[in-house]
Structure formats: structure tokens, C-alpha cells
């Protein structure tokens, strides 16, 4: 319990920083359009075990890195997720490729280290609009970040999937219109894993289980969801819940 509290302190810490530095580095940041890539941030089963003193160096290091990719207009979303699993955190990355955007998160110290390891999806498909320019005041919100995946109908064709995902493009938008979503895409499907989009809302797990009861792809089968707790730094998005 000690220790994961430490590493709970260590990514709270990791981002305030972020906030801060993610501020300085979109105001100065230009109009050059990219692609946005998702990356999971995971624990592998083989992680090795750190010293007290070497897993605050490797934390130091790491968020050194986070705030110099912020400041290269490389970063611009990250947030640890709050719930103990394998899946520790985020990055959205604006890059030219997929390639780009590996070599770029393999570039943290944790993952050099094989604490982490990060899983890069092709472009999520966002609004760039709905990533905002933080203040200077520092802290957290807390968001339900939510994974969408293929459903056990996922393979389905024809009019019903079309229908169906019409439906879910329609969902998103008036979750959004409601005030319940900060930022949502898919992801192509292409991309060699299930998921197949992200949604982030601004509210709590228990009621984003509810809402997204809801969408008409995830009535169907056709897609499911995984939600999680999450937190950024304020401001990078619409506003989320004070963090507990």
C-alpha cells in the first residue's frame, strides 16, 4: 500500500509540472497541422524492481522528459490513470507518423528503463479545437477516461453497422453538446489492436457507465466499453471533477 501511494504522490507531482510546462509550450505553439496518436502507458509483467532512491531518480527523469516533449510541441495531453491496473497513464502525441510518435514515447526515461511500455495507435481522430490552452495555475481534474473496443458483433456488416454507427456518431455528438464529453475519436481501423476509439468525459466512472449504456453501437454489440478514472492537468481540457 506504501508504495503504490508513493507512486500515486510521484504522478501527481509528474502533473502539476506538466500543466505548468504545457502552458508555456502551447502559447508559444504554431498553427502546423499533424496527427494526434494516442499512446498507452503500461506496466509490464516484467518491470523491474527499483531502489527507493533509484525510483525517484528514474521519476525525476521522467518528468523532465514530459516537460521537454511539452515544450518541443511534441506532448499535449498526459494523465496518469487513478485505479490500480497495468494501464499507468497517457500520451497524445502530435506527430507526422506513427514511427515518429513511438520513437518519440520510447524517449522516456521509463520506458528505456522497461517500467513502462508504451502501445502508440494510429491517429485519434479529434477535434484540435478541444485541446485548450491551460492558465498558469496549477492542479488537477479528474475525468473518466474511457476505452472503446470491438463488440462480440464488432464483425458485422452491412446496413445494420451502418445504421448502428450512425447512431454512435450521433451519441457522441450530443454527449458532447449535453456538457458530458471533453474530448472524443476513433481510432482507424486499421489499427492492429481492438480498440477502436477514446472517449474522455467529464464526470465520474458510475455515471459514465451509465451514459454510455446508452449509445446505440454499445446497445448492439457492436462496440464495449472500458472505463477508467484519469486525471490531467486543469485547463487541457473542459473543465473535469476536483480531484479527490
Do not use: C
Amino acid at each position: 500500500m506504501r508504495k503504490n501511494t508513493l507512486s500515486r504522490a510521484i504522478l501527481f507531482g509528474l502533473l502539476t509540472l506538466f500543466a505548468s510546462a504545457f502552458a508555456q509550450a502551447q502559447a508559444a505553439s504554431n498553427t502546423k497541422s499533424a496527427n494526434y496518436f494516442f499512446v498507452l502507458l503500461n506496466r509490464p509483467r516484467n518491470a523491474p524492481q527499483l531502489s527507493k532512491e533509484a525510483s525517484e531518480k528514474l521519476q525525476e527523469d521522467h518528468m523532465a522528459n514530459i516537460r521537454k516533449m511539452a515544450a518541443e510541441h511534441k506532448l499535449v495531453i498526459a494523465g496518469p490513470f487513478l485505479d490500480d491496473t497495468t494501464l499507468r497513464g497517457i500520451f497524445v502525441l502530435q506527430a507526422d507518423s506513427a514511427a515518429q510518435a513511438q520513437e518519440w514515447a520510447n524517449s522516456d526515461p521509463t520506458i528505456k528503463a522497461g517500467r513502462l511500455s508504451a502501445e502508440v495507435h494510429r491517429p485519434w481522430l479529434i477535434e484540435a479545437g478541444e485541446i485548450h490552452t491551460p492558465g498558469e495555475t496549477q492542479g488537477l481534474e479528474r475525468y473518466t477516461l474511457v476505452l472503446i473496443k470491438r463488440g462480440p458483433d464488432g464483425g458485422s456488416e452491412g446496413p445494420q453497422l451502418a445504421q448502428a454507427m450512425k447512431q454512435h456518431a450521433a451519441f457522441v455528438a450530443q454527449s458532447m453538446q449535453q456538457g458530458n464529453l471533453a474530448i472524443a475519436g476513433r481510432l482507424p481501423d486499421s489499427d492492429r489492436s481492438e480498440l477502436s476509439g477514446v472517449a474522455i468525459f467529464r464526470a465520474g466512472v458510475e455515471q459514465t457507465t451509465k451514459l454510455t449504456q446508452d449509445d446505440p453501437a454499445v446497445k448492439s454489440g457492436l462496440l464495449k466499453t472500458e472505463s477508467h478514472p484519469w486525471a490531467t492537468g486543469k485547463g487541457v481540457l473542459a473543465a473535469g471533477l476536483p480531484l479527490q
